[in-house]
């Protein structure tokens, strides 16, 4: 059936390292893959995305690698902040009106 | 601030009972997506709607329906509710129908049933 899921639910990272989040999707049909993030108490935050004709995209501290070979979706945080820790979804669709979400992982930052 | 409203914020409730969950979209946002997340869990699909018309089903219980209306806000009606359905209900809207562009969810709706 349709899925996407986590290597990792929780993931803890010193202040100022970079974190990998991971993430593992089954339906090979799927062209378009979106990261969100959700704080405590608030609803997800989209934080960015990328088309299955890209390996990869960049954005303020934030990179997405996409690899279709094994259906692996990463997000690459740079300097992480405090402020980041939060509970990450990766998402996918294949184009229709259904976004699949994964499971999420939670990354703590430590000061 | 996304920009897409939930009301009411928390609701508790008893067993047996029938609530509505209301959701006005971002201005302009034609599609509305409802999403349940249970307690340290991940956001499961339940339905969306596109300008009036509902588009797609996920795992939403027959107990569970909705509708968008004219004006465009949405309306979840959780009836015969039972323990499990305890959780939060989020509610997304986005431009296009089709899920190929970000969505702005709101800031979730927590049911508690007792």
């Known amino acids: 059936g349709e899925s996407v899921g986590l290597h990792l639910p929780t993931l803890s990272v010193q202040e100022g390292d970079n974190s990998i989040i991971n993430c593992a999707y089954s339906?090979?049909?799927?062209?378009?893959f979106i990261w969100y993030k959700q704080e405590s108490g608030k609803g997800p935050q989209f934080i960015i995305d990328?088309?299955?004709?890209?390996d990869k995209r960049q954005g303020q501290r934030v990179t997405v690698l996409l690899n279709k070979t094994v259906k692996h979706l990463s997000l690459q945080i740079a300097a992480t902040q405090p402020g980041d820790s939060a509970v990450y979804f990766c998402?996918?669709?294949?184009?229709?009106?259904?976004?699949?979400f994964g499971a999420g992982t939670r990354l703590f930052v430590k000061a | 601030d996304s920009g897409v409203t939930q009301t009411p914020k928390h609701l508790i409730t008893a067993t047996g009972q029938r609530v509505t969950l209301r959701c006005s979209p971002r201005?302009?946002?034609?599609?509305v997506y409802w999403y349940q997340q249970s307690l340290d869990q991940g956001l499961q699909f339940l339905i969306q709607?596109?300008?009036?018309?509902?588009?797609a089903k996920g795992n939403i219980l027959e107990r569970f329906s909705a509708q968008q209306f004219p004006d465009l806000h949405s309306e979840l009606n959780l009836s015969s509710l039972e323990l499990g359905d305890s959780a939060l209900y989020f509610c997304?809207?986005?431009?296009?129908?089709?899920?190929?562009?970000?969505?702005?969810f709101g800031q979730g709706t927590r049911l508690t049933v007792v």
């Open positions: 997304a809207s986005s431009v296009v129908g089709q899920g190929t562009t970000e969505a702005f």
């Open positions: 339906n090979s049909a799927s062209d378009y």
């Open positions: 201005s302009g946002d034609l599609s």
């Open positions: 709607y596109y300008n009036g018309e509902e588009r």
């Open positions: 990328i088309r299955s004709n890209m």
């Open positions: 998402a996918e669709n294949t184009g229709g009106f259904k976004t699949i």
